[in-house]
Nanobody, 113 residues
């Protein structure tokens, strides 16, 4: 089972930036499509962005142009660079390997207006 540790969250003003990181254990990291998800209070967890094993990114419409997902297969890490943050981006952010049940504890992102 892959184990995941997210970091990099914090409190930022609207328009600011944050860089989230996810460190994954296991020798099969490079095989997975890695995704970032988020869950705001009272809402269901939602997908934000994914990156294929070869580095091809996919984004929600909301994330396009503001967020950049990337990965380093040698270091077993996936990163979400977030810019132009909005109050509605406030949530706990999680990384998740596709086709697994593995989830970390997440990292809190709070964007003030």
């Amino acid at each position: 089972q892959v184990q995941l540790v997210e970091s990099g969250g914090g409190l930022v003003q609207a328009g600011g930036s944050l860089r989230l990181s996810c460190a994954a254990s296991g020798r099969t990291f490079s095989r997975y499509v890695m995704g970032w998800f988020r869950q705001a209070p009272g809402k269901e967890r939602e997908w934000v962005a994914s990156v294929t094993s070869g580095g091809w990114p996919l984004y929600t419409e909301s994330a396009k142009g503001r967020f950049t997902i990337s990965r380093d297969n040698a270091k077993n890490t996936v990163t979400l660079q977030m810019g132009w943050l909005r109050p509605e981006d406030t949530a706990v952010y999680y990384c998740h390997p596709s086709r697994t049940t593995a989830w970390g504890r997440g990292t809190q992102v709070t964007v003030s207006s």
